[in-house]
């Protein structure tokens, strides 16, 4: 099974708003990843977790909160979002190690931020 | 640093066409690279990798040969057909101590028409 599952599919928030994106795979991988994309850009990277700790921020604003609380899962929480972060919020998983693996996408959410 | 280059798109080309999407890549160390493909709403699904020089990727007819010498990964299709409209990303990846970091190309758009 190389599937990852993302909920909710879509998700409209206004600006005040708090919710979660939820991430979750069953391919025993130890890496895991939260990118975001715009329309016609290529995935940007926001963080990476590596056996359950934070290893990776780009300098995502703070109100962007990553958790993982097991090996199997990844939430994003948002909070006091602006309407510029309306995306497609993907996550994905990989094997650790060398040579570097591929990383397996899931469906993503929609985000719109009114 | 790391970066992808791409062709710029979109690809326009018949059905039974020869595909060609060039990609060369600058990166430190010893890179893995893939090819992913996104169609309309959805994630990133791998097309195909390699992971080491002159290893070469295939899969549902495509293909993509690892070239050190050049900094290359052109992905080709001998017959292209309608369902392959999407868009395709070359990528690489390298370990950074905890997962693997993606630098991704701009993207191509692939229309292929009847």
């Known amino acids: 099974d190389t599937e990852v599952t993302q909920t909710p599919k879509h998700l409209v928030m206004g600006m005040t708003n708090k919710k979660s994106l939820k991430c979750e795979q069953h391919m025993g991988h130890r890496a895991m990843y939260w990118y975001k994309q715009k329309a016609k850009k290529p995935p940007e990277l926001m963080f990476v977790?590596?056996?359950?700790?934070?290893?990776i921020n780009e300098s995502v604003p703070s109100r962007f909160s990553p958790e993982c609380p097991n090996s199997s899962l990844l939430n994003l929480h948002l909070h006091a979002l602006q309407p510029e972060d309306s995306a497609l919020y993907l996550c994905?998983?990989?094997?650790?190690?060398?040579?570097?693996?591929?990383?397996?996408f899931g469906p993503g959410t929609r985000l719109t931020v009114t | 640093g790391n970066s992808v280059t791409q062709m710029e798109g979109p690809v326009t080309l018949s059905e039974e066409a020869f595909l060609t999407i060039n990609c060369t890549y600058t990166?430190?160390?010893?890179?893995?690279l893939f090819w992913y493909v996104q169609y309309p709403g959805e994630g990133l699904q791998l097309l195909l990798k390699?992971?080491?020089?002159?290893d070469k990727g295939s899969n549902k007819g495509f293909e993509a040969t690892y070239r050190k010498e050049t900094t290359s990964f052109h992905l080709e299709k001998g017959s292209v057909q309608v369902s392959d409209s999407a868009v395709y990303f070359c990528a690489l990846s390298v370990p950074t101590g905890g997962g693997n970091k993606l630098t991704f190309g701009t993207g191509t758009q692939l229309k292929v028409e009847l």
């Open positions: 390699a992971t080491k020089a002159d």
């Open positions: 990166a430190t160390g010893y890179p893995s």
């Open positions: 994905a998983s990989s094997q650790v190690g060398v040579p570097p693996s591929e990383q397996y």
């Open positions: 977790y590596s056996y359950e700790k934070l290893s």
